[in-house]
């Protein structure tokens, strides 16, 4: 889940409120935002009417100019930034004023869920919950398209989860010499060069890109690779691609992204279970097995869905939890980090968390205290921010690190 830039917040005039218990590529209950003025679109429908199906196929116009298809189900590739908003076309005008945004993908049901897309040619996945629309004008559209459809796309992740992170035409600063990295800081990556930034970090030593293969990495960074969902898109390569890895250093293989969640890889208990023996389980003993990521949500999602996972797979090797946290507040940071390694009594990767709504300077603060928490606690086997992207750990141009990717890479 990505961090609300407070910039973001300022140019929409809305308010970007995290959930109480959600990821950024996973919200969920009580997130909502104050809604912005209403805009007019090409066919005199304002905002508030703006909607699947009765819209589908019909062009809208952003508060910006910018101008967008309407495209029920769809669902593409190339999140860049995922925000709240309290209807549709907020969604798209946020994705008009966000730099290399040029598809939107809308989760109604899910808290108003606002994923921007880098990637509007690619794969349309299809996705009956979620509202779509992409641009067909607007400077974003033309560099955006034009480049689309000359690069092949390296990755097999093509979901809506995936994050992906749009490289700054230009950059004045020079990568830092190597280091060998021995903390148990990870960096969640989409674009390879960025995670330069980090490579003279003793403590950061990991990293990952919800895909299977490193896509350049360097090697100063133990890659691991991810089975992100049950659906043969994924399982069709995972063999392979985890076989390559483990033979050229990964240590630990990760399990479905946040499968509690509609808006995600969506997958039963019992189902992960029987995935788990048929996908995972062949490779006990060559590599540790990492749990499927879980959000910090309530009810069925969260810590109670690994706990059923877990029932339902009695014969599963699972060497350790992975959990993500997302809130707008620290309350229950380390409860929740503790909890589950409490309720199932193995060590705990933090494969996401952030500080939703913040600043810069709020994240770096929030960091300085939790860091050395995390580190002090034998349970805490690894953690990643989120993350390695523009705006993120890096500062907004993404040409260097942040207040908190400073932070986040001292010593």
């Known amino acids: 889940m990505s961090i609300k830039t407070f910039a973001l917040s300022l140019l929409l005039g809305v308010t970007l409120a995290a959930p109480l218990a959600s990821p950024v590529d996973a919200p969920i209950a009580n997130a909502i935002v104050e809604r912005a003025p209403a805009q007019t679109s090409q066919s005199g429908t304002t905002n508030s009417q703006v909607s699947c199906p009765s819209s589908d196929g019909a062009t809208f116009t952003a508060a910006n100019g910018d101008s967008f ?27 008009a004023a966000y730099n290399g945004c040029v598809d939107v993908s809308y989760v109604s049901n899910n808290a108003g869920a606002c994923y921007m897309k880098s990637l509007a040619l690619s794969a349309n996945l299809g996705n009956s919950d979620v509202w779509g629309a992409r641009q067909v004008s607007g400077a974003a559209a033309t560099s955006t398209i034009a480049t689309s459809t000359t690069a092949a796309k390296t990755s097999t992740m093509a979901t809506s989860t995936l994050k992906t992170s749009v490289v700054p035409a230009t950059s004045t600063t020079t990568a830092s ?67 390559a890895a483990i033979a050229a250093g990964s240590k630990y293989l990760l399990g479905f992204n946040e499968p509690d969640l509609s808006s995600q890889s969506n997958i039963s208990p019992a189902a992960a ?9 062949p490779f006990a003993g060559q590599a540790k097995l990492v749990s499927p990521a879980v959000t910090n ?12 996972f877990l029932g339902n797979c009695t014969g599963c090797t699972v060497d350790v939890i992975a959990i993500h946290w997302y809130s707008n507040s620290a309350s229950d940071f380390q409860t929740h980090v503790t909890q589950a390694n409490t309720m199932f009594g193995r060590p705990v990767w933090l494969t996401e968390f952030g500080l939703t709504g913040a600043t810069d300077a709020q994240v770096a603060s929030f960091l300085t205290t939790q860091l050395p928490w995390l580190d002090a606690q034998s349970f805490v086997q690894r953690y990643a921010y989120f993350g390695d992207f523009a705006g993120y750990l890096l500062n907004a141009a993404g040409n260097a690190l942040g207040l908190a990717g400073t932070v986040y890479a001292a010593a």
Request: hydrophobic fraction near 30%; glycine fraction near 8%.
């Open 69 to 95: 298809i309407i495209e029920c189900g769809s669902d593409r590739p190339g999140n860049i930034n995922m925000v709240y908003t309290a209807n549709f076309a907020t969604c798209i005008d946020a994705c």
């Open 177 to 243: 010499p190597t280091v060998a990295g021995t903390g148990k800081r990870g960096l969640p990556y989409n674009t390879v060069s960025l995670t330069s930034y980090f490579t003279s970090s003793p403590q950061v030593s990991w990293a990952y890109n919800w895909d299977q293969t490193p896509n350049g990495l360097p090697s100063k960074f133990e890659y691991v690779p991810m089975l992100w969902s049950n659906t043969a898109s994924y399982t069709n390569s995972w063999n392979a691609n985890a076989k």
């Open 297 to 308: 949500g309530g009810g069925e999602t969260g810590l109670q869905w690994t706990k059923e």
């Open 273 to 281: 279970a029987a995935s788990w023996m048929t996908y995972m389980q």
